[in-house]
């Protein structure tokens, strides 16, 4: 699904069209959704669900264009303020529900979704059945093989796993998720040296050094399964990581990566791929409507 198309299904309600639209203008409107509703009770559970995977996306958005933090402060702000200036039952607060809820039906019928982003995305699958499934995943280079990384399970459990397969027949003994700590530092690290204009960022330039970053050990390693490993691989490892880490991922920047470092008793030790964090939270928050 086209980053249009999934603008539409997750709700975009009055977004200022054409070419001079500020990259806060979807947030601005989906954010006074979000506070009409907290005062008015406009929506049940599952629209009012939906709605925030759409402003989390909103807010994702604004800030791959370029929006800094106080201009995304300052919007959400401003639509706070335009909400708190009008009564429940003005035509405006109405029409916005409205548009909403319409947009709803349509959301609530979808199955999967993926969420582009500049390098990786992230592939959304909220359907049930008794086989594991990848519920969120990623595809990324490990070790010059394809792996997966994300969130799998079956009949509405889920874990976080890293699945991946090594040359030679080589078995990590161990793996570890590491990415920045929100505690240590100020912001992301994006590391532009170098870069042209209008250049992604390389994922291996999107975490910080040292004492900046923070790590998850995995708790468990076992055999892949076959339903969750990706065409061609024949002898996977999956490894389980705290649910602590989803938590952590889901507060990062939109524009960060994650890495998976896999360890080995051999030389080379440490075998590392890396994710893209894009909208990991709020493609989150899409799998949460299914159980609702």
Same mark, same amino acid.
């Given at each position: 699904?086209?980053?249009?198309?999934?603008?539409?299904?997750?709700?975009?309600?009055?977004?200022?069209?054409?070419?001079?639209? #500020?990259?806060?203008?979807?947030?601005?409107?989906?954010?006074?959704?979000?506070?009409?509703?907290?005062?008015?009770?406009?929506?049940?559970?599952?629209?009012? #669900?939906? +709605?925030?995977?759409?402003?989390?996306?909103?807010?994702?958005?604004?800030?791959?264009?370029?929006?800094?933090?106080?201009?995304?402060?300052?919007?959400?702000?401003?639509?706070?303020?335009?909400?708190?200036?009008?009564?429940?039952?003005?035509?405006?607060?109405?029409?916005?529900?409205?548009?909403?809820?319409?947009?709803?039906? #349509?959301?609530?019928?979808?199955?999967?979704?993926?969420?582009?982003? &500049?390098?990786?995305?992230?592939?959304?699958?909220?359907?049930?059945?008794?086989?594991?499934?990848?519920? +969120?995943?990623?595809?990324?280079?490990?070790?010059?093989?394809?792996?997966?990384?994300? +969130?799998?399970?079956?009949?509405?459990?889920?874990?976080?796993?890293? !699945?991946?397969?090594?040359?030679?027949?080589?078995? $990590?003994?161990?793996?570890?998720?590491?990415?920045?700590?929100?505690?240590?530092?100020?912001?992301?690290?994006?590391?532009?040296?170098?870069?042209?204009?209008?250049?992604?960022?390389?994922?291996?330039?999107?975490? $910080?050094?040292?004492?900046?970053?923070?790590?998850?050990?995995?708790?468990?390693?076992?055999?892949?399964?076959?339903?969750? #490993?990706?065409?061609?691989?024949?002898?996977?490892?999956?490894?389980?990581?705290?649910?602590?880490?989803?938590?952590?991922?889901?507060?990062?920047?939109?524009?960060?990566? !994650?890495?998976?470092?896999?360890?080995?008793?051999?030389?080379? &030790?440490?075998?590392?791929?890396? !994710? &893209?964090?894009?909208?990991?939270?709020?493609?989150?928050?899409?799998?949460?409507?299914?159980?609702?």
């Amino acid at each position: 699904m086209s980053r249009a198309a999934l603008a539409g299904a997750g709700l975009s309600v009055a977004l200022a069209a054409g070419a001079a639209a #500020a990259p806060t203008d979807l947030l601005r409107e989906r954010a006074f959704v979000v506070a009409a509703d907290a005062r008015c009770g406009l929506f049940d559970a599952r629209t009012a #669900a939906a +709605l925030a995977a759409g402003r989390a996306q909103a807010r994702n958005t604004a800030i791959r264009a370029g929006a800094s933090s106080a201009q995304i402060a300052e919007a959400e702000a401003e639509a706070r303020r335009r909400a708190s200036g009008l009564a429940c039952t003005s035509p405006e607060v109405r029409a916005a529900a409205e548009r909403v809820r319409s947009a709803h039906e #349509a959301f609530a019928r979808l199955e999967r979704i993926t969420y582009p982003g &500049e390098i990786g995305e992230w592939r959304a699958d909220r359907g049930v059945g008794a086989r594991p499934r990848w519920r +969120l995943a990623q595809t990324t280079t490990i070790g010059g093989r394809t792996g997966v990384f994300g +969130l799998a399970g079956r009949d509405g459990s889920e874990a976080l796993l890293a !699945v991946a397969e090594f040359p030679n027949g080589r078995r $990590p003994y161990a793996a570890r998720l590491v990415m920045r700590d929100v505690r240590r530092t100020s912001g992301p690290v994006l590391d532009r040296r170098g870069a042209r204009a209008g250049e992604a960022v390389p994922l291996a330039r999107r975490l $910080p050094a040292g004492t900046g970053t923070r790590s998850f050990q995995a708790q468990a390693r076992e055999a892949a399964p076959d339903a969750l #490993a990706p065409a061609g691989m024949k002898r996977g490892w999956a490894f389980r990581f705290p649910d602590e880490a989803v938590a952590a991922m889901a507060r990062l920047d939109p524009r960060e990566a !994650v890495a998976v470092e896999f360890l080995f008793s051999g030389a080379p &030790e440490t075998v590392r791929a890396y !994710v &893209e964090v894009g909208d990991f939270a709020a493609a989150r928050q899409f799998l949460t409507l299914a159980a609702r």
